[in-house]
């Protein structure tokens, strides 16, 4: 379905930016 594919399409781009973030800067909490 369409609605399926933008649902997808999103989950994917955000996906990708935090692991784009996560590869870019080190992963320090506190």
Known sequence: MLITGIIGSLIGSS?????GWNAFRPNTDG
């Open 15 to 19: 996906l990708g930016m935090i692991a």
